[in-house]
């Protein structure tokens, strides 16, 4: 059986990029709720960026450090259907947004060079232990800032029993998509500077070579 990578595509903030990536076949398009990034979008833009999604694309909504207000009251504006926390929230902050406003979490790591497979694991049961909202790990390079750096993390760090639940991020794009597939096997990956031609502005293109050339490593693997 041909395994399926899922795809998410973040930091979209024009109409015509979800149609890209969603005609490409893209499972998740991400948007990005944090005003320091040059990605973000507020939440009247958001809702009406995705009001025209088809079922079963999931709307992810970025949060960085955010208070359960602040989450609350882009939910109510947005379809958002999984929450993705990049900053320092702590496990008890992440459970608690995400039990007020119902909806499940991503919890993305930020792999350091003095971390290592037992780490990764760790960190994960923590999260998963401490309520059901939490979906699972997105591992991204540390860098400075939060997330979108666009650097590779060492990929041998990634147990291979936690690859199949996690999503891969970091430095991805239609280049190394194929290997990343290939040497990790995860549940999913994620981009956003990887299909970009310039900060914060997407380009059609690269999202559906992307997209592409994650599909031929799915391929590829069941010959």
């Known amino acids: 059986m041909t395994s399926r990578t899922r795809i998410k595509i973040c930091g979209l903030r024009a109409p015509e990029d979800v149609r890209t990536a969603v005609e490409a076949g893209a499972d998740a398009i991400g948007l990005v709720f944090y005003p320091g990034s040059p990605r973000h979008i507020d939440a009247a833009a958001a809702a009406s ?15 960085v450090n955010a208070s359960r207000a602040d989450v609350d009251a882009v939910v109510r504006q947005v379809p958002v259907g999984l929450l993705q926390f990049h ?6 902050d992440c459970q608690a947004i995400a039990a007020a ?17 037992v780490d990764l694991l760790e960190y994960e049961r923590t999260y998963r232990a401490a309520g059901r909202h939490f979906s699972g790990l997105l591992l991204d390079a540390f860098v400075d800032g939060y997330g979108g750096g666009g650097k590779v993390f060492d990929w041998s760090l990634i147990p291979k029993e936690l690859a199949p639940r996690v999503v891969l991020s970091g430095g991805l794009n239609a280049r190394n998509a194929i290997e990343a597939v290939h040497r990790v096997r995860p549940y999913g990956v994620d981009v956003s500077s990887g299909v970009e031609r310039a900060k914060g502005i997407k380009d059609p293109l690269l999202i559906r070579e992307f997209i592409e050339a994650v599909r031929h490593a799915d391929a590829s693997q069941s010959e």
């Open 87 to 92: 900053g320092d929230e702590s496990v008890a």
């Open 49 to 63: 960026l995705v009001a025209g999604l088809p079922p079963y694309v999931t709307v992810t909504g970025l949060f």
């Open 101 to 117: 406003v119902n909806l499940p979490f991503m919890r993305a790591l930020r792999v350091g060079r003095d971390m290592g497979p």
